[in-house]
């Protein structure tokens, strides 16, 4: 489902193939804990999440028993293998093909968005709860109306303090705006949910405000919320926003920074994903394309100072002949302990055993004493179960990563796998 083309990076890697240089990788132990069946086509844009035992939850876009997509849950063995199970098979009423990953409130309860489906057929918030006879049953929270409040939501969710749910529609048919939302979800004492939009997006003059939201959203201890569009803003190669609350219950919005402001969109852009927060209140993120030439998308920081924000891009893509660091990034960053950074791009690394553009990696960025980010690739995808990761990486209370991937050979068949530093 994402939807930006790789021309440009298939062109600069077919040059390059010839070319190609050796490039210290420093690969961790790579494991595949599941495969789905690719008989079944089951696209994966969205990440895992652990519960308090380890088990793995996530989704996959179709499969499942009616192919319209699934909630899945892998658990670990005593001989260590993992055990997949689907929780929930979406049959168009319910919702269709979710393309975001799920949240878990603090009730253990499992919380997601589909793309398509529900009652208006614009997508649903749906909720899954354990049940006593270790099954799980559904119920939607919301189905998006199309021209009332958004559809086609793409993006996980998160929670206040209070109980409340955020996300964001990438597209809003009527009103002012054809270029997204986002919204609030706040639950009733009868146990029904109101959902209200906070912000239609392009209500300003040329889309100046942003255009087009695909990421989750990321709140400050204040209630502020933050994220990207993918398109917009000053230069139409997308923003990272800010909505903050007012006394009357409205919410306000602003531009912190608008991507392609420097010569050659040496800052990057086209933001596919969201931002995340470090201890100090900075911002971090990854565009899916530019940055110095010839990038492939940048991992970017934006810093506080005095109500505005300045940008710094830590790294840029295809930096390495044949784009052996990997190539457009699309998912969220994942700080460790020690302040590192992880991530995925969907192309670049291995164009010797995968296609031209790559297949995709796992990355790290460690900041260096001079202030600069030293970028290693801990795995590069190869034509296996699996490639293309569109989704980020999450940690255990090992250290290590979890993820998922997407094609294979023309089809899209998830596969969740282990990186063991």
Same mark, same amino acid.
């Given at each position: ?5 790789r ?16 490039s ?29 035992? *380890?088990?793995?939850?996530?989704t ?30 979406f ?18 309860n ?7 489906g ?19 049953r ?12 958004g559809?086609a939501?793409?993006a ?16 809003s048919? *009527?009103?002012q705006?054809?270029a997204?939302?986002?919204?609030k ?6 146990g ?18 942003g ?12 209630g ?7 398109y917009?803003g000053a ?10 609350p ?26 596919y994903? *969201? ?19 010839? *990038?492939?998308?940048?991992?970017f ?44 791009t ?14 995709g990696?796992?990355f ?8 600069e ?30 993820g ?13 796998f282990?990186?063991?530093?």
């Open positions: 489902m994402k939807l930006i083309t021309a440009r990076l298939l062109a600069l890697a077919f040059l390059a193939i010839l070319l190609l240089a050796s210290a990788w420093a690969q961790g132990k790579y494991k595949v804990l599941h495969a789905f069946q690719p008989e079944r086509p089951t696209s994966e844009e969205g990440g895992l999440v652990l519960d308090a035992a *380890g088990d793995l939850f996530g996959t876009m179709y499969g499942g028993k009616y192919n319209e997509g699934q909630v899945f849950k892998l658990t670990r063995t005593a001989d260590g293998s993992w055990k997949e199970s689907a929780i929930h098979n049959g168009g009423y319910d919702g269709q093909f979710p393309a975001a990953g799920l949240v878990f409130d603090s009730a253990g499992l919380y997601g968005t589909t793309y398509l529900g009652a208006s057929g614009g997508g649903t918030v749906f909720k899954l709860t354990p049940t006593t006879r270790g099954g799980w559904e119920s939607v929270l919301h189905s998006f109306a199309r021209s009332q409040d559809w939501p793409t996980s969710l998160i929670f206040d303090q209070s109980g409340d749910l955020y996300g964001t529609t990438p597209f048919d *009527g009103g705006s054809y997204g939302t986002v919204f979800l706040s639950p009733n004492k009868d029904s949910w109101s959902e209200s939009v906070l912000y239609t997006f392009c209500s300003h003059s040329k889309c100046s405000d255009e087009t939201p695909y990421a989750n959203l990321a709140i400050d201890t204040a502020n919320l933050y994220g990207t569009t993918y917009g230069n139409n190669y997308g923003t990272v926003f800010q909505l903050t007012n006394r009357d219950g409205s919410w306000s919005e602003s531009v912190l920074y608008s991507f392609c402001s420097l010569a050659d969109c040496y800052d990057g852009g086209f933001p994903d *969201g931002v995340i927060f470090d201890k100090a209140g900075n911002l971090y993120g990854t565009t899916s394309e530019w940055g110095a030439p010839p *990038g492939a998308g940048v991992v920081k934006l810093t506080p100072n005095n109500g505005t924000w300045s940008e710094s891009v830590l790294y840029t893509f295809c930096s390495r002949t044949g784009c052996t660091d990997g190539a457009t990034p699309q998912a969220n960053l994942a700080f460790d302990t020690a302040g590192n950074l992880y991530g995925t969907s192309g670049g690394g291995n164009i010797q055993r995968c296609y031209n553009w790559g297949c990696t796992v790290k960025l460690a900041p260096n004493s001079k202030g980010w030293n970028e290693t690739v801990l795995h590069a995808f190869a034509v296996r179960p699996g490639i293309a990761p569109e989704a980020g990486v999450i940690f255990d209370s090992a250290g290590n990563l979890y998922t991937t997407t094609g294979i050979n023309g089809n899209y068949v998830v596969a969740v282990e990186i063991t530093p």
